[in-house]
């Protein structure tokens, strides 16, 4: 199945139990803008490269749109549609004042240096600054870009449009960026698991857990799981899977990889197992952090946890979602569980607004409460509806932007 038809299913079935009329279903499945672009840069040696870019609009009903931009080589219009419109129902089950996008550039950014990286931001921002802006289309940081990123972007981008730095979130903090952003996801992922095992009745230090990737989100989520007492047992990436069944000295891992590139790889304080092994370790709590679809009908049957918490964007396909669901696996959805990156990220555009900086304890704090105050009620829309944590999230977000169109007549 396609990234976007995945998204759609999720949609269609919340729809389901809102019995929301076709005509409604359509409007709000329907990009506002699809954008494809030529993005042509030197390399160092001087040839010219090029690559696609792309920016979705998916939605706009509730404000401004908001959506990361992905440096992959996975990256195709149809991943972006699918993560654009998870954007879209993220920022309405957290109730930020936002609608969805998504951007990104079909490339492995670990094939180009710095300046080569500098080079192509700067195209796609020639290409595509005219749809972006601080009031229409805020971009931000996901896998494979970071915050040296944001700000080539919002410099070219200012070239044309003068100075603005809400144009863009995930800044470096010397350049108007929010302290914490760079935590934020991972950060918010921990806080959802704390709450989560709250709700299921297991100790913290009961909750063995296993996190698939170590990038940005993995490690962050990892370091706040380590401090609140949940032995974290394995942690994966590419190179492999590492695991100490006691559970893994976090902070020593943090270390080895921003002193390796990133990598996990070489790291000898735990037993070294194939990458792929970690979906079906003996845990409590599985975290996927790193890329979508990595949990499908061919491997669903391995999964041992009972619980998982989708950090990464779209980690379980359909067809792997009903046979876990029916294995009565408790699965914390993406739109929720990931949420607090562009939580930060709306705080960041809030203080660039106000040209007023919070303190790190302010968007800890603030972080927590728009989170917690999330988590409560797609828990108890559960309950009371009694269906998934999913569904119970896509049909509060479904409500509010069906809500926000129909106030502003429907064609914004
Ligand atoms: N790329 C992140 C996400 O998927 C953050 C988006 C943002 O901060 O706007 O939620």
Redesign the pocket.
Known sequence: MRASEATTYYFNKAADQLQLPEWVRKLLVTNKREVTVQVAFERDDGRIETVLGYRVQHDNARGPM???L?YHPAVDLDEVRA?AA??TW?TAVVELPYGGA?GGIGIDPKTLTKREMERMTRSFVDQIHEIVGPDSD?????MGTNHEVMAWFRSQWEKYHGFNPAVI??KPVEEYGARGREEA?GRGVGTMAVKMMKRLNIRPDQCRTAIQGFGNVGSHAGKYLHEAAFPVVAVSDLSGTYFKPKGLNIPELFSHVIKNKGSLEGYSGAEKLPAEDLLGLDVDLLIPAALGDVITKSNADRIRAKTIIEAA?GPIDPEADEILEARNVTILPDILA??G??T??YFEWVQNRQHYRWSLDRVRQELDRTLTDAFEQVWQEAVTRKVSLRTAAFMLAITRVQRASELAGWLI
């Open positions: 908001k959506g990361g992905r993560l998870l954007m993220k998504k805020i971009p931000a940081p996901d979130t995930g996801t964007n990931n949420a990156g562009v930060v990220s």
